[in-house]
């Protein structure tokens, strides 16, 4: 690669040069919109049902019963949409969400019995399409092999900033407006957001070529599995992460500055992958996997010996460091190692992994932290990351079987969610 190349894919000024892509920022952007309920939803089920029906467990149940199936019907979407075009599925599955969260607003709003709620909340998740996944398989398309770490690094930057506001967000409408509004503002974004990435045929992903021939599933492929166990590992770890901040926080009587503990760790990954994708890494992408979980969980570690808050404070921006980087890592290899035509049910498999991690890891986490202290949740989650630093240790030669970069002094790491 030229020197000048390498310069125009290396610093921030790559970020504006991508941007500048015919049709690059509005894929960004309505991307953005359209992903932004995924900070949102279940957050806002709880708060919407238990404001309405002062129950706790019940909007938990619902909630749960809301990820659960979307975690599950993630890879079969992406699939779909690998055989007969994003832009059908899209379209699809977002008047079918559409259907499916009304139903579940009216049965709130009607205090409907719980296992009516549960059914209207499976089905709005079974409807619920991998955001993320689906616009990293449109990157993939759009731009060349130079950009995609920028393309990558910029998706993780919006991830953070979503589950930095969204939150808030439905926080503010659900107290402000009503305990119905983040559910609404769920529904619209979902719907305007689906709609303008499904229109945006620039980066739609070619779908299957040949009538009757089906792309090999990105499940079976070796460097997929590595891949799908590591992003559980670090979905554990991040579950396990987000208890024990929270847990430290009641154990210091300040049980407020959970929320600001989690935002730090998003700081610190926000900065880091920004940093992360503005530089062209030399090493290879499976080694850069490696590197990257390893500080991923060696950044956990102080926590389990903070006693002050002012430290925690500190070491939660360290801990939210390797976060971007591994997941760009993650999404580049993946890029590399997927099949053709299958890119979006790999991507979907990473997503449905690193949900399922992170609800095992909270789970985890928590009975931890009541059997003993948020030292012991802490170190749940450094468990989660030795799985996905062992992954990717073990599972080097599955990922160097990747297409081969087109210029290897380019070699770069970058992101997925």
Same mark, same amino acid.
């Given at each position: 690669?030229?020197?000048?190349?390498?310069?125009?894919?290396?610093?921030?000024?790559? +970020?504006?040069?991508?941007?500048?892509?015919?049709?690059?920022?509005?894929?960004?952007?309505?991307?953005?919109?359209?992903?932004?309920?995924?900070?949102?939803?279940?957050?806002?089920?709880?708060?919407?049902?238990?404001?309405?029906?002062?129950?706790?467990?019940?909007?938990?149940?619902? /909630?749960?019963?809301?990820?659960?199936?979307?975690?599950?019907?993630?890879?079969?979407?992406?699939?779909?949409?690998?055989?007969?075009?994003?832009? !059908?599925?899209?379209?699809?599955?977002?008047?079918?969400?559409?259907?499916?969260?009304?139903?579940?607003?009216?049965?709130?709003?009607? !205090?409907?019995?719980?296992?009516?709620?549960?059914?209207?909340?499976?089905?709005?998740?079974?409807?619920?399409?991998?955001?993320?996944?689906?616009?990293?398989?449109?990157?993939?398309?759009?731009?060349?092999?130079?950009?995609?770490?920028?393309?990558?690094?910029?998706?993780?930057?919006?991830?953070? #900033?979503?589950?930095?506001?969204?939150?808030?967000?439905?926080?503010?409408?659900?107290?402000?407006?009503?305990?119905?509004?983040?559910?609404?503002?769920?529904?619209?974004?979902?719907?305007?957001?689906?709609?303008?990435?499904?229109?945006?045929?620039?980066?739609?992903?070619?779908?299957?070529?040949?009538?009757?021939?089906?792309?090999?599933?990105? *499940?079976?492929?070796?460097?997929?599995?590595?891949?799908? *166990? @590591?992003?559980? &590992?670090?979905?554990?770890?991040?579950?396990?992460?987000?208890? #024990?901040?929270?847990?430290?926080?009641?154990?210091?009587?300040?049980?407020?500055?959970?929320?600001?503990?989690?935002?730090?760790?998003?700081?610190?990954?926000?900065?880091?992958?920004?940093? +992360?994708?503005?530089?062209?890494? !030399?090493?290879?992408?499976?080694?850069?996997?490696?590197?990257?979980?390893?500080?991923?969980?060696?950044?956990?570690?102080?926590?389990?010996?903070?006693?002050?808050? %002012?430290?925690?404070?500190?070491? /939660?921006?360290?801990?939210?460091?390797?976060?971007?980087?591994?997941?760009?890592?993650?999404?580049?290899?993946?890029?590399?190692?997927?099949?053709?035509?299958? %890119?979006?049910? /790999?991507?979907?498999?990473?997503?449905?992994? &690193?949900?399922?991690?992170?609800?095992?890891? #909270?789970? @985890?986490?928590?009975?931890?932290?009541?059997? &003993?202290?948020? /030292? +012991?949740?802490?170190?749940?989650?450094?468990?989660?990351?030795?799985?996905?630093?062992?992954?990717?240790?073990?599972?080097? !030669?599955?990922?160097?079987?990747?297409?081969?970069?087109?210029?290897?002094?380019?070699?770069?790491?970058?992101?997925?969610?």
């Amino acid at each position: 690669m030229s020197e000048s190349t390498s310069g125009a894919n290396s610093g921030l000024r790559s +970020y504006w040069r991508l941007l500048r892509a015919p049709g690059a920022a509005a894929l960004a952007f309505w991307g953005m919109v359209g992903r932004f309920p995924i900070a949102m939803r279940s957050i806002a089920c709880l708060m919407m049902i238990s404001a309405l029906t002062g129950s706790l467990a019940d909007a938990g149940t619902v /909630a749960a019963a809301m990820l659960v199936s979307q975690g599950v019907a993630s890879p079969v979407l992406g699939r779909l949409a690998d055989r007969h075009s994003q832009r !059908r599925v899209l379209l699809t599955a977002c008047l079918a969400h559409a259907v499916g969260m009304s139903l579940l607003l009216v049965s709130i709003l009607l !205090r409907a019995p719980l296992l009516l709620l549960v059914v209207a909340a499976v089905a709005a998740g079974c409807t619920s399409v991998s955001f993320t996944s689906f616009m990293r398989a449109r990157w993939a398309t759009m731009v060349d092999q130079g950009a995609l770490r920028t393309a990558y690094a910029m998706e993780s930057m919006l991830d953070d #900033t979503i589950f930095l506001l969204g939150p808030l967000v439905v926080t503010v409408l659900a107290s402000a407006v009503h305990p119905s509004a983040g559910l609404v503002a769920c529904l619209l974004l979902t719907t305007v957001g689906s709609v303008a990435v499904a229109l945006h045929r620039r980066s739609e992903p070619a779908s299957e070529p040949t009538p009757g021939h089906s792309p090999k599933r990105a *499940i079976t492929v070796p460097g997929v599995w590595v891949l799908t *166990i @590591a992003y559980a &590992g670090m979905g554990f770890q991040f579950g396990a992460v987000d208890v #024990t901040m929270i847990a430290f926080a009641g154990e210091q009587s300040s049980p407020g500055l959970a929320g600001v503990f989690l935002s730090l760790i998003a700081v610190g990954s926000m900065i880091a992958g920004v940093t +992360y994708g503005a530089v062209n890494w !030399r090493l290879p992408q499976a080694r850069l996997l490696s590197v990257t979980t390893f500080l991923l969980t060696l950044g956990v570690v102080p926590l389990a010996f903070v006693d002050s808050s %002012l430290v925690m404070a500190f070491f /939660a921006v360290v801990a939210g460091i390797a976060i971007s980087p591994a997941l760009i890592a993650g999404s580049t290899l993946l890029e590399s190692v997927a099949p053709k035509g299958s %890119l979006s049910e /790999a991507f979907s498999w990473l997503t449905s992994a &690193g949900a399922l991690g992170i609800g095992s890891g #909270t789970a @985890a986490g928590g009975a931890l932290a009541d059997l &003993g202290s948020s /030292a +012991y949740a802490a170190w749940a989650g450094v468990g989660g990351g030795l799985v996905a630093l062992g992954l990717s240790l073990a599972g080097q !030669r599955a990922l160097r079987k990747g297409k081969e970069d087109p210029q290897p002094t380019s070699e770069m790491a970058v992101l997925e969610q």
